[in-house]
């Protein structure tokens, strides 16, 4: 019962804050919004009993995000123009209401939550489940899923993560040394 | 933000206790929640807070950027590292039983290496990218 209420609290808590990004025009806003979003999806996460994916949403999507659109924010401009409709958005409402239809259509089907015989929990999980403490001695069946069976994904993830840096080097460093250097030409 | 007294004495007193709630995080994620990747977000928070308190300039002599470019390229090699160990040792790839005696042992230690991995190249790469996110607008 608590759980429904929690749930209901933070679904409209998700729900209030989704139409205000979308309503609202300062980018400043926005980006403190999405971190609120993403607290909220965190908590979500938590009444789920998925500690590990709440505390990366936290961390993740409400912390770094966040600083690293408001460092992004203080590059670029802090308003996005006002548009104004020129015509009646039927073509894209029609769009949206089908799509909309078709995906509470397609959770007709879904399994409850957490209902042992859904075909996810089928395949491997029983497995991990019933085997991970014994074959690798960690509690936390999530860092065995994550770090031993599926290392090699994760190393993907890693390198993924390697590559945005790398990315992000490439594309920023260069310039920011040039400015570094006029600016201690300046200096001197 | 350099002035500001209360500002740099709050950061001084929480940025020792988020690297060692970073470090928990990171060495305990097999009996608790959390992991490398979790650990190196927060790990890269307290380094965000004393550049935002302290400067960017302080921040990056503290941790210089080439220091940072080797250490993420030093966290993925640490990773691939332990599954050529693995490899090695006449197992497959990332198969980390045949790293000890006991297979047990050897899976606690392959999860611990790679952990570190982990949270070696996200901690490095979060702050790398806020350094140049924060280094571009000013001349």
């Keep these: 019962m608590i759980d429904l209420l929690i749930d209901i609290t933070l679904l409209a808590f998700l729900l209030v804050t989704a139409i205000a990004i979308i309503r609202i025009h300062s980018l400043f806003a926005i980006v403190m919004l999405f971190g609120i979003f993403s607290l909220s999806s965190a908590g979500l996460f938590v009444v789920m009993d998925a500690a590990d994916v709440a505390f990366t949403e936290a961390a993740v999507g409400a912390g770094i995000s966040t600083v690293l659109m408001l460092a992004t924010l203080a590059l670029t401009r802090q308003h996005d123009e006002k548009r104004t409709a020129k015509h009646l958005p039927i073509l894209p409402l029609l769009v949206v209401l089908v799509t909309g239809a078709a995906l509470i259509y397609g959770t007709l089907d879904i399994p409850a939550f957490g209902d042992p015989d859904a075909p996810a929990q089928q395949h491997v999980a029983p497995h991990y489940l019933n085997r991970a403490v014994e074959e690798t001695g960690v509690p936390n069946i999530v860092t065995a899923v994550l770090a031993s069976y599926r290392g090699f994904d994760t190393l993907g993830e890693v390198t993924v993560i390697f590559t945005a840096g790398v990315g992000v080097f490439l594309l920023l460093a260069r310039r920011s040394k040039k400015e570094r250097e006029r600016g201690t030409h300046r200096e001197t | ?139």
Excluded: C
């Design chain 2, 1 to 139: 933000m350099k002035h500001n007294l209360i500002l740099r004495i709050t950061a001084k007193l929480l940025i020792p206790y988020i690297i060692l709630f970073a470090l928990y995080v990171q060495f305990h994620g097999d009996f608790g929640p959390g992991g490398g990747f979790q650990a190196g977000v927060i790990f890269s928070a307290a380094f965000i807070l004393y550049t935002l308190v302290y400067g960017l300039a302080t921040a990056q002599r503290t941790i210089p950027l080439w220091i940072l470019q080797r250490l993420a390229s030093f966290g993925v090699l640490i990773y691939i590292g332990t599954g050529v160990a693995g490899l090695l040792l006449g197992g497959e790839f990332l198969n980390y039983s045949l790293l000890a005696d006991a297979p047990i042992t050897g899976q606690h230690i392959g999860i611990l290496v790679i952990e570190l991995g982990v949270g070696i190249t996200v901690a490095s790469v979060m702050i790398m990218i806020f350094f140049l996110f924060a280094g571009r607008g000013r001349p």
